[in-house]
């Protein structure tokens, strides 16, 4: 219940999965499936908001960002229109842990970052207009 409130809190989201099989993993699919707890309530879905998405993987990291696009208009999220798909040569790891490197990819991360940002706060700009013509 802690990820549905999270969600209906939300002004955008990025939705990422590591390639699975070609496809998102099980555990992006859970998430997904989460917010269908509460189907027909506000903000249970994305209802418009902006959604950034991202993967990770080798070749067919682009069918993952298919499959995230699919679902998340299923959701009724906007989907922003950079994405970014990161591979093992955009890493450089530490252990178990990596950080991107590749400038090409950050900078792809920054632009959806950036269109995620505006495209929220346009609509806040819209529903505030709203409820002072409302009163």
């Keep these: 219940h802690w990820l549905i409130g999270r969600i209906q809190e939300a002004d955008g989201f990025i939705v990422e999965s590591p ?5 998102i993993t099980g555990a992006i699919k859970n998430v997904l499936d989460a917010a269908h707890i509460m189907h027909g309530n506000q903000g249970t879905y994305f209802d418009g908001r902006p959604v950034g998405l991202a993967g990770f993987g080798g070749a067919t990291t682009t069918n993952v960002i298919n ?4 679902a998340v208009r299923g959701m009724r999220g906007l989907v922003v229109p950079t994405t ?6 955009d890493l450089e790891m530490t252990g178990a842990d990596g950080r991107i490197v590749s400038e090409a990819v950050l900078a792809r991360g920054r632009t ?7 495209i929220a706060e346009l609509q806040r700009l819209r529903n505030a207009r ?6």
Excluded at 19 to 23: A, W
Excluded at 67 to 70: D, N, R, V
Excluded at 84 to 89: F, I, K
Excluded at 112 to 118: D, G, P, Y
């Design 130 to 135: 709203g409820a002072i013509a409302a009163d």
């Design 67 to 70: 499959a995230l696009y699919h």
């Design 84 to 89: 970014v798909a990161v591979t093992g040569n």
């Design 112 to 118: 959806m970052v950036a269109e995620i940002l505006e």
């Design 19 to 23: 390639n699975y099989h070609g496809t």
